[in-house]
C-alpha cells in the first residue's frame, strides 16, 4: 500500500473563551491520487480542521505530518509558508494588483524569476488558462478565478493541497466542471487534496473517501459509496440525503417492520432503527400479505419520480423512474430492492464515541 502523503493524528483544538473543543481527536490520513471530502453542517469544524492541518491555528494537542516530517506535534510547529501544503480559500484571495501570472508566480521561491515564470506558465497551461497570463483577477470569470487559485496553490510543487469550500460561489455547470478537474489533477500528479464542503452531493460525487462531521468530531469515514449505503447512525443516514428511519424488531437476519418482513443486512436482536432510501425502495400495487397505503403526493423530477406513501401512521419516500405511474390516492405497496442497513445509536456524547481507522 501506498504510504500517505498526509497525516492527522487526534487533533484537538479549543478557541479562546470556549468551554469545549472546536475539533475533537480528528484522524485521519490521504494518499498519492486521493481526494478526501471533510463534510458536515455549519460550525461542525470543518474549516477549524483545515486551518490547523495547514498551520493558521495551532492545536492543542495532536500531530499533523507531511510524510515522514511532522509539521506538529510535541514541541514541533512548523509555521504555515513552511509546510509545502497548497490552500486555496473560499474567496481564493487572489492579489488584484497582480496578473494572472503574477499570482501564480507569487507562492515559487528559491528559483530564478525566468524558472518562476516557466513553473508557472505550464501550471496555467496545465489547468486551461492559457493565454490569460496578463489578465487582473477581476477580469476574469469565476470559474477562472478559482482556476488562479489552484494553480497558485500548486505551482510551489506542493503535493498536498486543501481546498475550503472552492466551489460554494460558482454555477452548477462550472461547479460541476471544476470538480472533475480536480479530481483528474490530484489522480494525474498523484496529490492528496482534502476538500472541505457542506454540499452533500459535491461530497459523494468528488470524494474517494469521506469524513463526516458533527460537533467538532468524524461521525463515519469511508468510501461515499459505503458511508451514503451503510451509514453508521442517524446524522449521518440523514445528512447525506432523504431517507425513511424506521422501526424494526430484529430476529437474526429478518426483521419485523411496518413495511413487513424486512431482511437485514447483518444478523440482529430486539429493536433496532433501520436506513431505507427512497431509491432502495420499490412501489407498486397492494400485495396480499404486506401492509398497504396510498400516495399521498409525488414530485415529479425529469429523470425520475418521489412519491410520498402513508402507511398506518407512518410516511415513507420512494423513488422510481419517470415511467413508473401512480396518482395521488391510488393503493400502494412498498418493498426492498436491497437488504436494510442498520444504523447504531445516535445520541451517544461525543466523547464516547468510539475513534475512527485512519485509512
Same mark, same amino acid.
Given at each position: ?269 430486539? $429493536? ?67 437488504? $436494510? ?19
Amino acid at each position: 500500500m501506498k504510504a500517505p502523503l498526509l497525516c492527522v493524528h487526534n487533533l484537538t483544538k479549543t478557541f479562546a473563551g470556549y468551554d469545549s473543543p472546536v475539533i475533537r481527536d480528528i484522524s485521519f490520513c490521504v494518499y498519492p491520487g486521493e481526494v478526501l471530502t471533510l463534510v458536515g453542517p455549519s460550525g461542525c469544524g470543518k474549516t477549524t480542521t483545515l486551518r490547523t492541518v495547514m498551520g493558521f491555528e495551532q492545536a492543542d494537542i495532536g500531530e499533523v505530518k507531511r510524510g515522514e516530517e511532522v509539521l506538529q506535534g510535541g514541541v514541533v510547529f512548523v509555521a504555515p509558508e513552511r509546510r509545502k501544503i497548497g490552500f486555496v480559500f473560499q474567496d481564493y484571495a487572489l492579489f488584484p494588483h497582480l496578473s494572472v501570472l503574477g499570482n501564480v508566480m507569487f507562492g515559487i521561491r528559491g528559483v530564478p524569476k525566468a524558472r518562476k515564470r516557466a513553473i508557472a506558465t505550464e501550471v496555467l497551461w496545465m489547468l486551461g488558462l492559457a493565454g490569460l497570463e496578463e489578465r487582473r483577477p477581476h477580469d476574469l470569470s469565476g470559474g477562472q478565478q478559482q482556476r488562479v487559485a489552484l494553480a497558485r496553490a500548486i505551482a510551489p510543487g506542493s503535493r498536498i493541497v486543501l481546498l475550503d469550500e472552492p466551489f460554494s460561489s460558482l454555477d452548477p455547470d462550472t461547479r460541476h466542471t471544476i470538480r472533475g478537474e480536480v479530481r483528474m489533477l490530484a489522480e494525474r500528479a498523484k496529490m492528496a487534496v482534502v476538500l472541505v464542503t457542506h454540499d452533500q452531493e459535491e461530497a459523494l460525487s468528488t470524494a474517494d473517501r469521506l469524513a463526516v462531521m458533527r460537533d467538532g468530531v468524524i461521525e463515519q469515514l469511508g468510501p461515499p459509496e459505503f458511508v451514503y449505503n451503510h451509514p453508521a447512525n442517524r446524522f449521518v443516514a440523514q445528512f447525506l440525503g432523504r431517507t425513511n428511519l424506521i422501526d424494526c424488531q430484529a430476529s437474526g437476519t429478518m426483521g419485523e417492520s411496518p413495511l413487513g418482513k424486512v431482511e437485514l443486512e447483518r444478523a440482529a436482536t430486539g $429493536a433496532v432503527t433501520l436506513s431505507l432510501r427512497p431509491e432502495h425502495l420499490e412501489l407498486h400495487k397492494p400485495i396480499g400479505g404486506r401492509p398497504s397505503g396510498k400516495v399521498i403526493a409525488r414530485e415529479f423530477k425529469g429523470h425520475d419520480m418521489t412519491y410520498h406513501i402513508r402507511i398506518g401512521i407512518g410516511e415513507y419516500l420512494v423513488q422510481t423512474d419517470a415511467a413508473c405511474r401512480f396518482n395521488v390516492g391510488d393503493p400502494a405497496s412498498i418493498s426492498l430492492r436491497t437488504k $436494510a442497513a442498520i444504523v447504531d445509536d445516535t445520541e451517544a456524547e461525543p466523547t464516547k464515541r468510539v475513534r475512527l481507522p485512519l485509512a
